[in-house]
């Protein structure tokens, strides 16, 4: 994330913490395209799938749960 990125996501921490939250987790989200194989994907995505599911982001909640449900085909597309 560049400089400038960073200090926008700060500033959006201190502003507004559900939107943050859920900006979090699409950053955390993206370390899944780089993963070698399956198994490196399943030790990146579980903890931040229980993480989410412990949330009180509902709608994000939705999202990762069609996520999770895909999650085998979307890893046949790396």
């Known amino acids: 994330m560049s400089e400038e990125r ?6 959006l921490l201190e502003t507004n913490l559900s939107t943050s939250m859920a900006r ?8 899944f395209w780089y993963q070698p194989d399956t198994e490196a994907e399943n030790i990146v995505i579980q903890p931040w799938y ?10 994000v909640k939705k999202v990762v749960k069609i996520l999770n449900a895909h ?8």
């Open 50 to 59: 229980r993480s989410i599911m412990r949330s009180r982001l509902p709608k």
């Open 71 to 78: 999650l085998s085909g979307l890893a046949d597309l790396l």
């Open 6 to 11: 960073r200090d926008d996501f700060a500033e």
């Open 24 to 31: 979090a987790y699409k950053e955390q989200r993206v370390e």
